[in-house]
């Protein structure tokens, strides 16, 4: 049974655990620039936990996927480049650093519905080369926004999906 829940810093070893597993799939798929230099680290994810916005996806009390879900604002989304937000007024909820073991299947949408059941607006943006995500975020129904940049200067490309 699939249950979603908030994560703990009893988590994070297998959080760390997943997120790593994550990153090998990365590779396979020729995604050799993101997710770099240790990145997620422990400390990503405590900030996580301590914002509330660490979140875990359990099958069978087992931890196979784990995704940041905080709120607005978003510092990184101040500025969109080559594009604009659908819209830049309400407030939103950002998921980054998601991630999940191989085995798992249906993640995404279960996120999703559990984002979606929270916020009706969320953004989320993912590397050029992260061509599974950008699968995800299509299928969908999120809308390319543009591009926007990380503190260290790294492009990624932004999308929102407003449910009404």
Not at 42 to 49: F, P, T
Not at 81 to 91: E, F, V
């Amino acid at each position: 049974m699939r249950n979603i829940r908030h994560a703990t810093v009893a988590d994070v070893e297998r959080i760390m655990e997943v997120l790593n597993a994550a990153k090998q799939v990365m590779r396979i798929d020729g995604n050799s620039h993101q997710w770099i230099n240790g990145y997620p680290t422990v400390q990503a994810v405590m900030l996580d936990i301590e914002r509330n916005g660490a979140i875990v996806i359990e099958d069978d009390g087992t931890i196979v996927a784990y995704f940041a879900m905080l709120t607005s604002p978003e510092p990184t989304y101040a500025k969109i480049h080559d594009g604009k937000w659908l819209d830049d007024t309400l407030p939103y909820h950002v998921v980054h650093r998601m991630g999940a073991v191989p085995t798992a299947h249906g993640i995404f949408d279960s996120a999703m519905d559990y984002c979606f059941s929270i916020d009706p607006n969320i953004r989320v943006d993912t590397h050029r080369d992260n061509k599974i995500m950008q699968h995800l975020f299509v299928k969908r129904g999120f809308q390319y926004c543009g591009i926007i940049y990380l503190d260290n200067g790294d492009e990624r490309l932004a999308y929102q999906l407003i449910e009404r």
